[in-house]
C-alpha cells in the first residue's frame, strides 16, 4: 500500500509515515492513536486490537533495531501495564528514498 502512494515533496520526516500507519490501522477497523506520551517520551503510534496493545516505534532512514531501543530505553511499556492486554513491541523502518517499508523488529 505504501509504495502504492503517489510521489508528493513532503515524505523525508517521520510524521509522514506515522500518519499512513494510523490510516491504515484505522482503515482496517483497529484503534490507533499517535504521539501517545509517556513518563519518558511519546511512542508513535499505538494500535489496539481487540486482543493486544502493540507499540509502534518508527524511525526514517536508521535501523529498525534503533527504533525497538528506543522503546526499551524509554520503557514505554509500563504505561501500558494496566491495559490488560498483552503488549507487542515493534520498531519499523522506512526507506525516504524508495517511500515504503525497510524493515521491521516485533518483539
Known amino acids: 500500500v505504501l509504495s502504492t502512494v503517489p510521489y508528493c515533496e513532503n515524505t523525508r520526516y517521520e510524521g509522514h509515515y ?12 483497529s484503534f490507533a492513536d499517535v504521539e ?13 486490537t481487540h486482543d493486544t496493545l502493540y507499540i509502534i516505534e518508527v524511525k526514517l532512514d536508521k535501523d529498525a533495531g534503533e527504533a525497538m531501543r528506543q522503546i526499551d530505553l524509554k520503557q ?8 490488560g492486554l498483552p503488549v507487542v513491541k515493534v520498531g519499523v523502518s522506512f526507506d525516504s528514498v524508495r517511500h515504503t517499508l525497510s524493515g521491521w523488529v516485533i518483539e
Open 18 to 29: 506515522q500518519q499512513m500507519l494510523y490510516l491504515i490501522f484505522t482503515l482496517l477497523g
Open 36 to 48: 501517545v506520551r509517556t513518563p519518558q517520551g511519546r511512542v508513535d503510534v499505538v494500535m489496539r
Open 76 to 83: 514505554y511499556p509500563e504505561r501500558f501495564a494496566l491495559c
